[in-house]
């Protein structure tokens, strides 16, 4: 919880250092998204925005890239580099990279273990329904999907910052140096967000697993 906490301090404070000023190019978020994937060839994503901070998502579903109203409008190196990232994952998509696809695969499930994480403490908690090795098997399995998911999360946001650092060199948004920089450490920073979710994920997981291998004997202790 101390990592995760930490993480998303520390991505609100590199994002905040870097959203300030303007880069040379004076393209702005939306207009690099927008000429990023003409040039990659993706003519059939819309791009759109909306209120709220970091907010910013690519749908695969739908095939719509949301940036926040602040990174669509924004001229800075961390508006730059948060709309570069969304379209690497429209890249992605667009390119059948395949953990993107076992990502999309695995959100329905995915949505109904949050659930069980939830609700079924508080079932066990006030009722005498579920006996606690079956509580434990169950959220183990639980905790095991979502730990999987944001496993599989990893390689999908890294490589999307992967492509966004290149076509925002290649194509001239940013400039070297100081730029190129702020774009890195907005980047890196976030991708430790994910790497504090999954850690989370594995630690619970392990948590309800110890139980049913040791036969009961942590919860006797």
Not at 40 to 45: E, F, K, P, R, T
Not at 95 to 112: C, F, N, Q
Request: proline share 4%; glycine share 10%; aromatic share 10%.
């Amino acid at each position: 919880m101390g990592m995760s906490l930490w993480a998303v301090w520390r991505v609100k404070s590199v994002y905040n250092h870097y959203n300030q000023g303007v880069v040379r190019s004076g393209i702005t978020g939306g207009e690099a998204a927008a000429e990023i994937l003409r040039r990659c060839g993706i003519l059939n994503v819309e791009i759109t925005h909306a209120e709220g901070m970091l907010g910013d998502h690519y749908d695969p579903i739908h095939r719509r890239l949301v940036l926040s109203a602040e990174n669509f409008f924004g001229r800075s190196p961390a508006a730059l580099g948060v709309a570069a990232h969304e379209c690497g994952h429209a890249i992605q998509h667009a390119k059948a990279y395949k953990p993107l696809h076992w990502r999309m695969a695995a959100v329905g499930i995915t949505t109904y273990a949050n659930y069980v994480v939830m609700f079924l403490p508080l079932l066990g908690m006030f009722t005498a329904m579920i006996t606690p090795l079956t509580g434990a098997l169950i959220m183990a399995i639980a905790w095991g999907v979502i730990m999987l998911f944001n496993l599989v999360t990893l390689p999908v946001e890294f490589d999307a910052s992967r492509r966004a650092k290149l076509v925002l060199a290649d194509f001239g948004f940013i400039a070297p140096g100081e730029e190129a920089t702020g774009v890195k450490k907005v980047l890196d920073a976030a991708a430790w967000t994910y790497v504090a979710a999954f850690i989370t994920s594995l630690v619970y997981f392990i948590w309800h697993v110890l139980p049913l291998l040791t036969g009961g004997n942590r919860s006797r202790e």
